[in-house]
């Protein structure tokens, strides 16, 4: 069993691909018509085989409040790893992105947290090799 | 409300989180339950954080805000002027 595809609950299949490409930089997998929505995934560049992740449609009357409580209390829906938490901090500030939580270390991870403009938190993640 | 400050402070965990605050202000609650657990070794749940933020609201010391969709909480250190006052001011 393994792990292909993983999701996060958006509303707005086309703001979210503009924005997990354009801004973020990953790039379009699949596109494949089913009903009113697309079944919609990105992968990153540096791993085109990878983990495919689904920008599944939130229309479901429990994915708002869901949503919504975990955005309050500055809960990402998922985390991605990049090489350097403030590197892309800056590149993204730099591009508009919003952080609800910048930069920090804590123990042997760094992390920051930033919103998705479709209604989720993602949060960045580096684990360093030494403490 | 000063027992009340007295009552807050007593506590480890409420400390810890005017630590956090006070290095960085304006958390959300993620953030304060992330650096608890992994700076401090305190594995809380979620809700008991958010008990100890309302024994420190209710004392004063901690604020919450609104910005958007966000809530952010912030240190107040002002309710300990009280305390500094009442033994160091000249009788």
Same mark, same amino acid.
């Given at each position: 069993m393994r792990i292909v595809v993983s999701s996060v609950l $958006?509303?707005?299949?086309?703001?979210?691909?503009?924005?997990?490409?354009? $801004?973020?930089g990953f790039v379009k997998k699949t596109e494949i018509p089913l009903g009113e929505a697309r079944w919609l995934t990105v992968v990153s560049p540096e791993d085109p085989d990878g983990t495919e992740l689904l920008l599944e449609p939130d229309g479901h009357p429990a994915a708002g409040p869901f949503k919504r409580a975990l955005v309050e209390d500055g809960i990402p829906f998922t985390s991605f790893a990049v090489p350097d938490v403030q590197a892309e901090f800056e590149r993204l500030r730099a591009r508009g992105v919003r952080f609800t939580?910048?930069?920090?270390?804590?123990?042997?991870v760094t992390t920051a947290v930033f919103d998705d403009t479709c209604g989720n938190l993602i949060q960045i993640a580096r684990t360093h090799d030494s403490p | 409300m000063v027992s009340?400050?007295?009552?807050?402070?007593?506590a480890p965990a409420r400390r810890a989180i005017l630590d956090e605050l006070h290095e960085r202000n304006g958390q959300a609650l993620f953030e304060l339950c992330a650096r608890l657990a992994m700076k401090h070794g305190m594995g809380m749940s979620r809700q008991a954080i958010s008990q100890h933020l309302d024994v420190l609201e209710q004392a004063g010391l901690v604020t919450t805000r609104r910005d958007g969709r966000?809530?952010?909480?912030?240190i107040d250190p002002a309710p300990l002027d009280a305390i500094i006052e009442r033994w160091s001011s000249p009788r």
């Amino acid at each position: 069993m393994r792990i292909v595809v993983s999701s996060v609950l $958006v509303d707005d299949q086309d703001r979210a691909l503009r924005f997990y490409t354009e $801004v973020l930089g990953f790039v379009k997998k699949t596109e494949i018509p089913l009903g009113e929505a697309r079944w919609l995934t990105v992968v990153s560049p540096e791993d085109p085989d990878g983990t495919e992740l689904l920008l599944e449609p939130d229309g479901h009357p429990a994915a708002g409040p869901f949503k919504r409580a975990l955005v309050e209390d500055g809960i990402p829906f998922t985390s991605f790893a990049v090489p350097d938490v403030q590197a892309e901090f800056e590149r993204l500030r730099a591009r508009g992105v919003r952080f609800t939580q910048e930069p920090v270390r804590m123990g042997p991870v760094t992390t920051a947290v930033f919103d998705d403009t479709c209604g989720n938190l993602i949060q960045i993640a580096r684990t360093h090799d030494s403490p | 409300m000063v027992s009340d400050i007295f009552e807050a402070l007593a506590a480890p965990a409420r400390r810890a989180i005017l630590d956090e605050l006070h290095e960085r202000n304006g958390q959300a609650l993620f953030e304060l339950c992330a650096r608890l657990a992994m700076k401090h070794g305190m594995g809380m749940s979620r809700q008991a954080i958010s008990q100890h933020l309302d024994v420190l609201e209710q004392a004063g010391l901690v604020t919450t805000r609104r910005d958007g969709r966000y809530k952010f909480h912030y240190i107040d250190p002002a309710p300990l002027d009280a305390i500094i006052e009442r033994w160091s001011s000249p009788r």
